[in-house]
């Protein structure tokens, strides 16, 4: 073969192996509306058990997805974490539930809403919130 016919062999086989690749499929996931709730707005009498943290990695680099959407899917799957720790502990519900961002200098900032870190090719969800328990 010839550089030219080398090259465009080595493109074309380049660019077919890129349209090949697979794409990240997402499961979604709801918020366990009931059993998480955020921040201290719970009507029935409760006992706290204690915290449950809870952390989601999830693949980020999505062109059919928004950041933010992906962001919000894998918290509620986070959330969902956190309920299920709590039921584990003997508790029904958790409260207080906030996102968890690390900042570079060593920080911690927490939300009331879904918030996740994202290094490009990964993201992250953590959360933390109260395990409750009805009375």
């Known amino acids: 073969m010839r550089k030219k016919d080398t090259l465009v062999f080595w493109l ?12 990240p499929s997402h499961k979604s996931f709801e918020f366990p509306a009931g059993e998480a709730f955020i921040g201290h707005s719970v009507s029935r009498p409760y006992q706290i058990l204690g915290w449950v943290k809870s952390k ?13 959407d992906l962001c919000k899917n894998y918290y509620s799957k986070s959330v969902q974490g956190l ?14 539930v906030q996102s968890v961002v690390f900042l570079e ?6 939300y009331s ?9 990964e993201g992250q969800a953590l959360t933390q919130g109260i395990a409750i328990q009805w009375k």
């Open 113 to 121: 809403t879904a918030e996740c870190s994202d290094d490009g090719m």
């Open 12 to 23: 074309l086989l380049g660019g077919g192996a890129c349209a090949t690749l697979p794409t």
């Open 83 to 96: 309920v299920q720790m709590a039921k584990d502990k003997g508790g029904n519900a958790v409260m207080d």
């Open 56 to 68: 989601v990695n999830f693949l980020s680099l999505d062109p059919d997805r928004e950041e933010s």
């Open 105 to 110: 200098n060593g920080r911690q900032e927490t």
